[in-house]
Nanobody, 124 residues
Framework: DVQLVESGGGSVQTGGSLRLSCAAG????????MGWFRQRPGKDREGLAV????????TYADSVKGRFTITRDKAKDLVYLQMNGLQPEDTGMYYC?????????????????RGQGTLVTVSS
């Protein structure tokens, strides 16, 4: 069910940066966990980053650790994914996801709420 709204995708060259944003949209539940995942051409969906709001911790996939950062602006009610050092293999659709389930976060691919995705294209 599409409830969140992503923005910020676009086209960049290798080594470039983008910042994706995620707004709550129609998702009005209290969010305990927020995250990002992606779908690259010909690949399975891949969880990238999770922010456990309740525990104030973040986790990252090895493929993006050190390059991507998930943050939250509580005042604006936005979650961001800052992506640096982008490579052509990062090209794909990027999705924001949310979970209200209390406690430590489960796999971001299991979060029940998500957005429609935003396209990231990295050219060499």
């Amino acid at each position: 069910d599409v409830q969140l709204v992503e923005s910020g995708g676009g086209s960049v060259q290798t080594g470039g940066s983008l910042r994706l944003s995620c707004a709550a949209g129609r998702y009005t539940y209290k969010r305990n966990c927020m995250g990002w995942f992606r779908q690259r051409p010909g690949k399975d969906r891949e969880g990238l980053a999770v922010l456990w709001i309740g525990g104030a911790t973040t986790t990252y996939a090895d493929s993006v650790k050190g390059r991507f950062t998930i943050t939250r602006d509580k005042a604006k009610d936005l979650v961001y994914l800052q992506m640096n050092g982008l490579q052509p293999e990062d090209t794909g659709m990027y999705y924001c996801a949310a979970d209200q389930l209390y406690g430590t976060c489960r796999d971001v691919l299991d979060f029940p709420a998500r957005g429609q995705g935003t396209l990231v294209t990295v050219s060499s």
